[in-house]
């Protein structure tokens, strides 16, 4: 990510004068580098720890594990009381990653980067970029996913719909969620919604494959919601759930507090869903079988959503060489084929991706997810602050319950995301 206007960022830099090379290496001392765990990556994660202790044996890792549920919550608490972890997971470029970076917690790693550019040249090019801020690098690249339709073979043939194919446009779209909505009851209420419109990130895809932006790609203290293509997104995705009735509107009320992916595995409510690979994980028993399809093609045509993660080094680590070469025992290529075989989900490594999906019973699960993974994505996750999400939210909030129209929402919204973009980025001026 980079703004393009003049800016100092105020850092805490770290002179490292000597780097470690080869994969063994032992230290005058003994050392303890601190790392604080997705729970969700636990075996994954004991098992690279297992290697690094194995090849660097003076140093000992100190593990928290933490569920991700308040996870970053935690990390900025041992900020404050100023014993902040060497290790953290972050996901990039969103606002609690950047204010990593404003508030001078990250060290700068580009120097590591640079020098391993042979080893992340074989990477998938966005998930090393999505680590980028201002021409530097934050955070050691750990996998990107990317989000594509999937749909309930059950529910299509029911309704004697064709399946989706990877030339599909927006109308095709709308057509096909239309023929799959039914009132199965014959109660005046739709059963089964032709689709699940996320009202979370999933109106990105809308925004982004119809030529929008959140914000100005050339300013990023400038909210461009009220653009006409923005607009257009938008009006679409309101549009499935109070015009069309094809997505269900209230979705706490519909979903009953759990979750719409549990939903879409498990009962057939929804005919299509918008997900990553990791949507596998949760269909083992489903009685129900699906497929998936890439993303319709917009005006501005078709650019994969897709979330990135990234562990970022503490600024103020006393061992930034061993925090490094840490990071990437947890994210490199053991780590991934582990994470491969694990959890079902692709490699950030095309040439690690050799066997993914294979034994997947999901039709075209391999061929269209490693075809998104190579092709021009954005990122889901909103290169803005905290604070510039929180309004944003919360006004859409009463847009996705029918409060109010897509027009009455951005009118009084932009400017007050203007504001906030303005004084979180002051620092940098």
Same mark, same amino acid.
């Given at each position: 990510?980079?703004?393009?206007?003049?800016?100092?960022?105020?850092?805490?830099?770290?002179?490292?004068?000597?780097?470690?090379?080869?994969?063994?290496?032992?230290?005058?001392?003994?050392?303890?580098?601190?790392?604080?765990?997705?729970?969700?990556?636990?075996?994954?994660?004991?098992?690279?720890?297992?290697?690094?202790?194995?090849?660097?044996?003076?140093?000992?890792?100190?593990?928290?594990?933490?569920?991700?549920?308040?996870?970053?919550?935690?990390?900025?608490?041992?900020?404050?009381?100023?014993?902040?972890?060497?290790?953290?997971?972050?996901?990039?470029?969103?606002?609690?990653?950047?204010?990593?970076?404003?508030?001078?917690?990250?060290?700068?790693?580009?120097?590591?980067?640079?020098?391993?550019?042979?080893?992340?040249?074989?990477?998938?090019?966005?998930?090393?970029?999505?680590?980028?801020?201002?021409?530097?690098?934050?955070?050691?690249?750990?996998?990107?996913?990317?989000?594509?339709?999937?749909?309930?073979?059950?529910?299509? !043939?029911?309704?004697?719909? $064709?399946?989706?194919?990877?030339?599909? #446009? &927006?109308?095709?779209?709308? =057509?096909?969620? /239309? @023929?799959?909505?039914?009132?199965?009851?014959? !109660?005046?209420?739709?059963? $089964?919604?032709?689709?699940?419109?996320? #009202? &979370?990130?999933?109106?990105? =895809?809308?925004? /982004? @494959?119809?030529?929008?932006?959140?914000?100005?790609?050339?300013?990023?203290?400038?909210?461009?919601?009220?653009?006409?293509?923005?607009?257009?997104?938008?009006?679409?995705?309101?549009?499935?759930?109070?015009?069309?009735?094809?997505?269900?509107?209230?979705?706490?009320?519909?979903?009953?507090?759990?979750?719409?992916?549990?939903?879409?595995?498990?009962?057939?409510?929804?005919?299509?869903?918008?997900?990553?690979?990791?949507?596998?994980?949760?269909?083992?028993?489903?009685?129900?079988?699906?497929?998936?399809?890439?993303?319709?093609?917009?005006?501005?045509?078709?650019?994969?959503?897709?979330?990135?993660?990234?562990?970022?080094?503490?600024?103020?680590?006393?061992?930034?060489?061993?925090?490094?070469?840490?990071?990437?025992?947890?994210?490199?290529?053991?780590?991934?084929?582990?994470?491969?075989?694990?959890?079902?989900?692709?490699?950030?490594?095309?040439?690690?991706?050799?066997?993914?999906?294979?034994?997947?019973?999901?039709?075209?699960?391999?061929?269209?997810?490693?075809?998104?993974?190579?092709?021009?994505?954005?990122?889901?996750?909103?290169?803005?602050?905290?604070?510039?999400?929180?309004?944003?939210?919360?006004?859409?909030?009463?847009?996705?319950?029918?409060?109010?129209?897509?027009?009455?929402?951005?009118?009084?919204?932009?400017?007050?995301?203007?504001?906030?973009?303005?004084?979180?980025?002051?620092?940098?001026?």
């Amino acid at each position: 990510m980079r703004i393009l206007m003049k800016s100092k960022i105020v850092v805490v830099s770290v002179i490292v004068v000597t780097l470690v090379i080869g994969m063994t290496a032992s230290y005058a001392k003994d050392i303890e580098i601190t790392f604080m765990r997705d729970t969700r990556t636990e075996k994954i994660d004991d098992r690279s720890i297992e290697r690094y202790e194995k090849d660097y044996p003076n140093v000992k890792v100190k593990v928290i594990p933490t569920p991700i549920e308040g996870y970053w919550d935690k990390v900025w608490i041992m900020i404050a009381a100023g014993e902040p972890v060497d290790i953290s997971y972050w996901a990039p470029p969103g606002g609690d990653w950047l204010n990593t970076i404003r508030k001078g917690f990250a060290l700068d790693i580009t120097q590591y980067i640079n020098r391993d550019k042979d080893f992340y040249d074989k990477w998938y090019p966005i998930t090393v970029e999505a680590q980028k801020f201002e021409d530097k690098y934050w955070s050691v690249p750990i996998i990107t996913s990317p989000y594509l339709t999937w749909y309930n073979k059950e529910v299509f !043939d029911k309704a004697g719909v $064709v399946y989706p194919t990877n030339e599909w #446009t &927006w109308d095709d779209f709308l =057509d096909t969620a /239309k @023929n799959l909505s039914m009132d199965t009851d014959n !109660d005046g209420k739709i059963d $089964v919604f032709g689709c699940f419109s996320s #009202t &979370w990130y999933g109106w990105r =895809d809308w925004v /982004k @494959n119809n030529g929008g932006y959140v914000l100005d790609p050339k300013d990023y203290t400038k909210c461009v919601l009220d653009s006409e293509p923005a607009i257009e997104g938008l009006e679409f995705a309101y549009d499935l759930m109070w015009k069309y009735n094809v997505s269900p509107a209230e979705v706490a009320g519909f979903t009953g507090g759990v979750s719409p992916y549990t939903l879409f595995n498990s009962t057939g409510k929804f005919g299509m869903l918008v997900a990553g690979n990791w949507l596998y994980e949760g269909q083992e028993g489903s009685p129900y079988s699906f497929g998936v399809v890439l993303p319709p093609i917009g005006k501005a045509g078709r650019m994969i959503r897709t979330t990135a993660a990234g562990y970022i080094i503490a600024s103020i680590t006393k061992y930034p060489d061993q925090a490094y070469k840490l990071a990437q025992y947890l994210s490199g290529e053991e780590a991934q084929l582990d994470g491969m075989k694990t959890r079902g989900i692709a490699t950030a490594m095309p040439h690690l991706n050799t066997d993914y999906g294979k034994n997947v019973a999901v039709d075209n699960f391999r061929e269209n997810f490693l075809k998104a993974m190579g092709m021009e994505s954005f990122l889901a996750v909103p290169g803005y602050p905290v604070e510039a999400e929180r309004a944003l939210n919360t006004a859409f909030d009463l847009m996705w319950l029918g409060k109010k129209t897509v027009s009455e929402t951005i009118e009084p919204l932009v400017p007050e995301m203007n504001r906030i973009l303005e004084e979180f980025w002051r620092g940098y001026q």
